[in-house]
């Protein structure tokens, strides 16, 4: 027996408190394990003691060192009460007694306690307290004997990615799990310890313990694979595109496509990105484009494609001036403007128009031929030219070429005309070019019969300019050298015969061409005269030895 005092201070700690003594903790718990046999050691406050400890570092027990599992407080009604001490002897005997309790070791969960109280009369009861050693003590991890102590729990495994893979291969030493009441279960990491091969990228090896208790720990493993492979980019080195030869519209730029491939130990279809995307419209130029791709262990691999637009198609003028001719007065230098041609190119680009000698609109120009050139030339350096000419014409009387002497022809046999040929007669005017003859005087045709005597034949050309006339003037001399014939006189010769008279044109008269007169200067008289003719070919001459023949401008009935 333990002295009153000291049983009822640790009892009224029990019934004024959840805490006892030393760590335990006092519940009513209506769950707790009943023997049916005995009842509970409570009271009014707490119908069921359970004393509530945990195990012991490293043990699945609890040891009651200072004997305090709840030894039930007995007063039996034979005590005394003294007064000086104010205190109670009790006279009832407890079973065990705390000192007995003392090194009791529990194992974990629920044990009864049996009390037996006994008076001195030989009355007994029993009861039981519950001691409840509760393992909150969660399963350890260590290394397997014979390897590194160190714990690879919590640590971070820093791996490179093996050649042309995505993944390291890896093998550890797996932690064990220990407990103090021992393991229940272990679930095993994702890979194998013994070997694997880990993706790039962070990876948790993750190892789960659980004992009986419900506890539960967990070991992580962080490995980490880095991607020190860079991604491969191939493109094309230079691609060539050239600006379209069209002006209307204009080209601003041309669609150049080019061909880049990117592939990673990580990524077949590895992504690229570009400066300047294919099938951009590019201008005229050579432009240096940048490819670049990054893999996911952040390593960048560029390349660089040289894309050249050519632009192989020369400018055009839109406008340019026509030839131009201008008649100067007398000694005057001529200064005639212009509108300067405009050109346009197939670029779009604004084209440098120049002219290749100098020459300005309003420049004062001699007399003569100028050909003004121009050149026009786009920026990449593809140029056309094209030239007009302006005609300065000074007051320069035309010149007449061809023009023939005096001609002298004796009569033909039997006639009173003779034929006269000359060259064609042309005038030049100052600008160079061919006069036609006006004001005819006689008949300008070459090869025609002429009546015996002079006749005048004479050309007259005016200048388109100067307004100056030159003639070309000379004398057709026929002569009658003939002697006389008794057999047929001269005068029968322009007749017909008897009785033909009107029936066809008589002899050496016009009978086709054109309504020439052909003046004689002896004594003026008209010797053809002023007939129209027939306008039509093989026309009837009233001799029958006689044919119409000559030209467009002159036909005459002449012997066959």
Known sequence: NRPLG???????????????????????????????????????????????VKTEPGTCTWTDRDGSAMQPESLDNRGEYNSSSKSWTQSA??????????????????TNVLFTVSDISGNEKKCINQIYVN????????????????????????????????????????????????????????????????PVGTNIEKIEAADSSGNKNFCEIMIKVKDVEPATLSCDSE????????????????????????SDNCNPNQPYQCSVSSGSNISVGTHSITCSTTDIGGT?????????VLDITPPRFRTFPSDMVYYAQAGE?????????????NTCDVVDVK?????????????????????????SGNSVTKSFTLTVVSPVAPSISNCPGNITKSADAHQSVARATWPDIVAIDADNKTLIANNIETLPVSGMAFPLGITTVKYAFEGVASKQIVTCEFNVIVTDDEKPSAVTSATDLFKCSPGSEGKGIVNYQQCGGLALPVISKIGKLNVIG????????????????????????YKACLPK
């Open 6 to 52: 000291a049983m009822r201070a640790c009892f009224l700690l029990v019934a004024g408190a959840s805490v006892l003594c030393a760590g335990a903790t006092l519940q009513s718990d209506p769950t707790v394990q009943t023997n049916p046999s005995y009842e509970y050691c409570g009271n009014e406050t707490h119908s069921v003691y359970v004393y509530h």
């Open 93 to 110: 005997s407890v079973k065990p007694t705390s000192q007995e309790l003392k090194g009791v070791t529990y194992p974990r969960g629920f």
């Open 135 to 198: 393992d909150d003590e969660p399963p350890k991890f260590k290394m397997p004997n014979g390897v590194n102590q160190s714990l690879m729990c919590g640590k971070t495994i820093e791996l490179e990615s093996d050649p042309l893979k995505c993944t390291a291969y890896y093998q550890f030493h797996e932690p064990i799990a220990t407990d103090n009441c021992g393991v229940k279960s272990v679930k095993p990491p994702a890979h194998s310890p013994k070997g694997d091969h880990y």
């Open 239 to 262: 691609v060539v595109a050239f600006a379209p030869a069209t002006y209307s519209p204009c080209n601003n730029g041309v669609v150049v496509n080019f061909k880049c491939t990117a």
């Open 300 to 308: 960048t691999s560029s390349a660089v494609v040289r894309a050249k």
């Open 333 to 345: 230098r001529f200064g005639k403007t212009w509108d300067i041609p405009v050109a346009e190119d």
């Open 355 to 379: 002219e290749v000698n100098g020459r300005k609109p309003g420049d004062l120009l001699d007399a003569g031929k100028h050909d003004i050139t121009y050149i026009a030339t786009d920026k």
């Open 530 to 553: 002023d007939v129209k003719p027939f306008d039509a070919t093989n026309t009837t001459c009233c001799n029958a030895a006689f044919k119409c023949t000559g030209d467009s401008k």
